[in-house]
């Protein structure tokens, strides 16, 4: 299993802000995935960051709004950009494991905008 | 395209009574399915999987589900509830051999009731 350290936790931030939130695993993993789950919805996958490439954006996320940087094998960062109450939501990082048949999850970070 | 439904978004149960947590997808070619549970504040934990193999799947914390191809259902149960068990469960599914990744159900808040 991996083990996933997800910071920060929990932030509140003023409208147009960015936040930018970090993602560390214990071990080398090729395939980093950010998840977005909005109030009382499921998951919804944000974007899938490879180390070395661009991370590649599911359909209705870009790039500018949410910019990934996977600069190893071990850490990765979400910002989210020029927020909106919108996008209040909790945020999580997933890594896949060995087999990349199950993935697993950061504690995830909650995020309120005003 | 691959989906999920939980068609339940609530299910309570009595502590001791047996639970189940429906769930049935669509996907092209063989499906892997998978359960994870959230804890208030916390991440996702995944629970079980299913891949290929017997149709009854043993998990975490005493649970299992089934594999029925021919309702294409993945059901979760547990014989006996605990109140600990109160979480929200999700279902997801992804087809074998595919790159893409896991498409999660919307979700059920289960609630044991001592």
């Known amino acids: 299993s991996a083990v996933i350290s997800q910071k920060p936790s929990r932030d509140i931030c003023q409208r147009g802000t960015s936040l930018t939130i970090q993602c560390q695993v214990d071990?080398?993993?090729?395939?980093m995935f950010w998840y977005r789950q909005q109030p009382g919805q499921s998951l919804t996958l944000i974007a899938t960051?490879?180390?070395?490439?661009?991370?590649?954006?599911e359909s209705g996320f870009v790039i500018d709004k949410f910019p990934i940087s996977r600069p190893n094998l071990t850490f990765s960062t979400l910002t989210v950009s020029n927020m909106s109450p919108e996008d209040s939501s909790i945020y999580l990082c997933?890594?896949?494991?060995?087999?990349?048949?199950?993935?697993?999850f950061g504690s995830g970070t909650q995020l309120s905008v005003l | 395209a691959q989906s999920v439904a939980q068609p339940e978004d609530q299910v309570n149960v009595a502590e001791g009574n047996p639970l189940t947590v429906k769930c049935t997808y669509s996907?092209?070619?063989?499906?892997?399915l998978f359960w994870y549970v959230q804890y208030p504040n916390r991440g996702l934990q995944f629970l079980l999987k299913?891949?290929?193999?017997?149709?009854l799947v043993k998990g975490s914390y005493g649970f299992e589900a089934e594999f029925n191809k021919s309702q294409t259902s993945f059901h979760l149960k547990k014989p006996s509830a605990l109140v600990s068990d109160s979480a929200l469960y999700f279902c997801?599914?992804?087809?074998?051999?595919?790159?893409?990744?896991?498409?999660f159900g919307s979700g059920t808040q289960l609630t044991v009731l001592p």
């Open positions: 997933s890594v896949g494991g060995r087999t990349n048949e199950k993935l697993f």
């Open positions: 997801a599914v992804r087809a074998s051999g595919s790159a893409r990744q896991l498409t």
């Open positions: 071990s080398q993993v090729t395939m």
């Open positions: 960051a490879n180390q070395g490439s661009e991370a590649t954006y």
């Open positions: 299913y891949i290929t193999g017997d149709n």
């Open positions: 996907v092209s070619g063989n499906p892997y």
